[in-house]
């Protein structure tokens, strides 16, 4: 049963536009949200996090969006920038546990 | 150290051998969290420590696979027998001591388990 969904596996964006990054989970329990970026062979990097008791937080280009009634999260990156072409993970944890769980990722392709 | 390091970065076995891999955690991090990546993109949560305590296993194979951080020594993540479904990219991370909230886990690169 995945608990923590990303249902597009990739996504092509021009440079200088907003990519959207989707995220969806199940489990109500799920108190503490966070964005990863991993490029090949490497291991993810943290990127924005956010608590259940925010809806919204912002760090430079990326915005975290949380709709806790819906059951869903996005990050937003604006203005994309080549650079930014990697594999997205979204997680999911509890702060009881601390234990990560993970969407299947989305690949943005940002185009020059 | 400042970051994760995780050794070795590709351990071949034969199957039914023995693997043993290492993470080093960033220095005064007090958890540590193994998790195995199959099929490319399916992260699984294994075990997870407090300093040399073990904080959650409830995602470790029940047979087979052990899991030790010892004072003064790398962590380490041990599969006797292995099979070849354990064939993975086994990462690491830490993180620091939780006051409130959740702090967020800083991954080492990762070891890659081929079993042939």
């Known amino acids: 049963d995945q608990q923590v969904k990303q249902n597009s596996p990739s996504l092509s964006v021009q440079e200088g536009r907003i990519s959207i990054l989707n995220c969806d989970y199940t489990?109500?329990?799920?108190?503490?949200f966070l964005w990863y970026k991993k490029y090949p062979a490497e291991g993810p990097t943290f990127l924005i996090s956010?608590?259940?008791?925010?809806d919204k937080n912002e760090d430079g280009r990326f915005t975290v969006f949380l709709n806790k009634s819906a059951k869903h999260l996005s990050l937003h990156i604006v203005p994309s920038q080549p650079g930014d072409s990697a594999v997205y993970f979204c997680a999911a944890t509890d702060s009881g546990t601390y234990k990560y769980i993970f969407g299947t990722g989305t690949r943005l392709k940002v185009l020059a | 150290g400042e970051e994760v390091a995780q050794t070795p970065k590709h351990l071949v076995r034969g199957e039914g051998q023995k693997a043993k891999l290492y993470c080093a955690p960033i220095?005064?991090?007090?958890?540590v969290f193994w998790y195995q990546q199959v099929l490319k993109n399916e992260f699984k949560f294994l075990i997870s420590f407090q300093n040399e305590n073990v904080f959650d296993e409830t995602g470790m194979p029940k047979e087979r696979f052990s899991a030790k951080c010892l004072p003064n020594s790398p962590c380490s993540l041990e599969i006797q027998a292995t099979k070849l479904e354990d064939s993975a990219v086994y990462f690491c991370?830490?993180?620091?001591?939780?006051?409130?909230?959740?702090?967020?886990?800083?991954f080492g690169d990762g070891t890659r388990l081929s079993i042939l």
């Open positions: 956010i608590s259940s008791i925010k």
């Open positions: 991370a830490s993180s620091p001591t939780i006051v409130s909230g959740v702090q967020p886990q800083h």
């Open positions: 220095k005064g991090h007090s958890y």
């Open positions: 489990n109500s329990m799920f108190d503490y």
